[in-house]
């Protein structure tokens, strides 16, 4: 089980501004900040998912997070491009993957390929 991942970004807080909103849906919040350096986000207080200055990675990431069900989805897609996403995929099942896979992809302010992901069926 991966613990925590940091994903580096041009802007850190233009990417605190898209994060804030895009993961809002999934139960995300900045649990601990490091401004102007870094922060992490996590879910009930715990941060697995990090930004930091020094650049976009390259090539470009892909992170997809778990969501709860399709409807968190939707509401994941929704926000982020809200935030500013560039739509990457929108919302819907992806059976090449496997029967249940409902997904949406975005792209975060560096290009990187951030995706919400329900496995479950509908």
Not at 11 to 17: F, I, R
Not at 42 to 47: A, I, L, M
């Amino acid at each position: 089980m991966i613990d925590h991942l940091t994903l580096h970004v041009a802007d850190v807080e233009k990417s605190k501004a898209f994060y804030s909103a895009a993961l809002a849906p999934l139960g995300y919040t900045i649990a601990m900040a490091f401004p102007p350096h870094g922060y992490g986000f996590g879910v009930r207080g715990k941060p697995d998912f990090w930004i930091a200055g020094g650049g976009p990675a390259t090539p470009q990431a892909h992170i997809a997070f778990h969501a709860a069900d399709r409807a968190t989805v939707d509401a994941f897609y929704a926000a982020a491009v809200a935030a500013g996403a560039v739509d990457n995929g929108p919302p819907g099942l992806r059976p090449h993957y496997h029967a249940n896979y409902y997904g949406a992809f975005v792209l975060d302010p560096d290009g990187q390929n951030i995706e919400a992901v329900c496995h479950t069926p509908a």
